[in-house]
């Protein structure tokens, strides 16, 4: 069954736009276009996941996710904000803090989108082998509460270095490239930017703070990528 997206905005020209897009990667799509609309929507039927503008006039997409989290029938709906208007830190950063699961820039790319979409997607609906490898070899990941155990002991991670962790391990085994991981867990335009140097940074911050037996496990490939070894 194709999965189902709550796009929320009121520009109708925004909506139309994205809902063609998602429709011709095999979405169903539902549109509605502002907070208020889409909470009578979802309570008609619950979608996988809520794609919605930050700044609309009568309910923005802040208070909108805010709503859906505290839902007994919702909370467990993952919602990604997309603005234009409320792009400064301060703004990802309240939309974080309100429960969103990924926070995405306007003017949008849709391949960006298409992949931090994905991404979200499998974080809540992960294949055999992705649930195999977030609990394995004494390194737990629990994608839901974005907490991470190393040998029973809580690792605190920043958002990005969590991201980047939940992404090698949602590709264990394979090598996955680095410009694939500026595109899918930073959300760059490979065209507009594309330094290797950033993931290798991140990366030997990520290991260090996992510890040893964990951190080894991240593997390097020069020139290449990086694989998480199950």
């Known amino acids: ?19 063609s897009a998602l429709e011709r990667q095999g979405y169903r799509v539902l549109q509605a276009n502002d907070g208020t609309q889409a909470l009578g929507l979802v309570q008609e039927s619950v979608p996988d996941l809520v794609l919605t503008d930050a700044d609309m006039p009568e309910m923005g997409g802040h208070a909108l ?17 997309m603005s234009g208007e409320l792009v400064e830190d ?21 391949p960006v989108l298409f992949a931090r979409l994905g991404a979200v997607l499998r974080r809540f609906d992960p294949t055999p082998e992705s649930a195999a490898a977030l609990k394995s070899g004494g390194l737990e990941v629990d994608p839901v509460g974005r907490e991470v155990k190393a040998a029973g002991k809580p690792v605190p991670l920043t958002r ?14 394979k090598v996955v490239p680095a410009g694939r991981i500026l595109e899918n867990v930073w959300g760059y335009d490979l065209a507009l930017y ?11 911050r990520l290991r260090k ?3 040893p037996a964990a951190g ?10 990086y694989k998480f070894e199950n």
């Open 65 to 81: 996710c805010r709503v859906l989290k505290k839902g007994k029938a919702t909370k467990g709906v993952p919602v990604v904000i």
């Open 1 to 19: 069954m194709p999965k189902t997206i709550l796009v929320v905005d009121d520009s109708a020209s925004v909506r139309k736009a994205v809902t």
């Open 209 to 211: 703070k996992l510890g």
């Open 216 to 225: 080894k496990r991240i593997v390097a490939y020069r020139n290449v990528g």
């Open 194 to 204: 594309n330094d290797p140097h950033t993931v290798e940074v991140h990366v030997s």
């Open 90 to 110: 301060k703004d990802v950063v309240s939309g974080l803090e309100s429960g969103a699961d990924d926070y995405i820039l306007k003017p949008l790319s849709m």
């Open 160 to 173: 990005r270095e969590f991201d980047l962790l939940l992404y090698l391990v949602e590709h264990a085994g």
